[in-house]
């Protein structure tokens, strides 16, 4: 088992007095993962785990009365609550237990953001220490072997993504698990909760995302093609967003008159995930998308290792009115990092001026096949 590397993160935050909470996709590996944590306590701690997926579960957790709580958890130091979202008034619930019984330490995974407070109006602002896990990263990939340990799996991984169950599996495996989520898992939690009964609305909307994959992003464009109206548009990619399916960045500016500023382009967690919704699984040298999927690989492997080893990032793209642009922007610390991805090492790139005048003290780097591994790797 690849080991994650959230999970020494998270074990520094327990038995603090806190929620320790755990979000990402369905199928991305929560389960193992708390599973696997609990193994290292219950020789020292009272562990239990529950699976909030069960129905006698969610009745037993549906009354958030302090003592009714106690009761069904019992006298457990450490306290698994597996998919929390489908608990019934869950934030509030969480907040119970924290304020009452701190000496407990909850982990409430989920696979859906908006039902762990928002659906109830209880905030856990000061009650919770939120964690992500994604689909493998190459670091976790990497395990400290080194550059020939991702180089030999790169082409599989931009095909068919990198879900722990997927990966190093055969063409065939893999095609047929990537069905199974997209059709089965991918849209549940949305589904029940915008109560969206025809999954075809999620799905074409989805689709026409995967489609302008690496460009910019118009939601009236997309209500034109889906018959759905702006504002449900926004919604939906909202909790699209809150499922872990999408993530959006939005357009950096600070100093040009002539520099976007209210554009955003759409990007999926897990490529493979995008190649299923769009069943185009051909080899790289086949396709004419390999620059937008390079693009999308190599800002998730950015987004996974900053958020993986704790360092807080913000992320934009940047582009003038004129069509200069740069792929990708990281500010940290004050600092601005400019990424440019091309897959094919021999494509001629050049750094704005206008950037390069605009914002002298950032750094540029272009990423590509044969240098890939000192940005994606690791952190500099």
């Known amino acids: 088992m690849i080991a994650r590397t959230v999970m020494d993160r998270m074990t520094k935050y ?8 755990l979000l990402g996709a369905r199928r991305v590996g929560k389960t193992t993962l708390v599973k696997e944590l609990l193994r290292c306590y219950q020789e020292d701690r009272r562990t239990r785990y529950l699976s909030c997926d069960l129905l006698s579960v969610q009745q037993a957790l549906r009354n958030p009365e302090a003592e009714r709580l106690k ?15 489908n608990i019934e008034q869950i934030g509030r619930v969480l907040k119970i237990l924290v304020d009452t019984y701190p000496e407990m330490q909850i982990i409430a995974t989920g696979s859906s953001s908006f039902d762990l407070a928002r659906k109830t109006g209880e905030p856990l602002t000061g009650r919770v220490y939120p964690f992500e896990l994604f689909p493998l990263s190459l670091q976790e990939i990497d395990a400290g072997k080194g550059y020939n340990a991702v180089e030999p799996h790169i082409e599989h991984l931009l095909r068919f993504g990198s879900y722990p169950s997927i990966f ?6 893999a095609r047929f698990q990537l069905q199974e989520l997209v059709s089965h898992y991918l849209y549940r939690d949305i589904l029940a909760y915008a109560g969206i009964r025809k999954s075809s609305v999620i799905s074409n909307l ?27 548009i926004i919604n939906y990619i909202d909790l699209l967003e809150q499922s872990f399916i999408v993530f959006r960045l939005g357009a950096y500016s600070r100093n040009l008159r002539k520099e976007v500023t209210r554009s955003r382009k759409i990007y999926f967690y897990d490529v493979g995930v995008r190649n299923a919704i769009l069943q185009a699984f ?29 360092f807080f990032v913000n992320r934009y793209f940047w582009r003038t009115y004129d069509q200069l642009e740069i ?35 950032s750094a540029l780097q272009r990423v590509d096949r044969r240098n890939y591994w000192r940005y994606l790797l690791t952190l500099e």
């Open 282 to 310: 051909a080899p790289l040298e086949l396709r004419q998308d390999v620059g937008a999927l390079w693009e999308n690989f190599c800002i998730l492997e950015r987004l996974k290792l900053t958020s993986n080893n704790g």
């Open 327 to 361: 792929d990708f922007i990281e500010e940290r610390d004050g600092q601005l990092t400019g990424f440019e991805f091309k897959y094919n090492p021999r494509k001629k790139y050049r750094f704005p001026r206008a950037f390069i005048d605009a914002y002298p003290e």
């Open 168 to 173: 190093g599996v055969s063409e065939d495996e």
């Open 206 to 232: 989805v689709r026409l995302l995967a489609l302008q994959l690496g460009s910019e992003v118009s939601y009236s464009e997309l209500a034109n093609a889906t018959g759905l109206n702006r504002k449900t």
């Open 71 to 85: 009761a069904y958890l019992g006298d457990h130091d450490l306290v698994v609550l597996d998919e929390a979202q």
């Open 14 to 21: 327990l038995f603090r007095g806190r929620v320790v909470s």
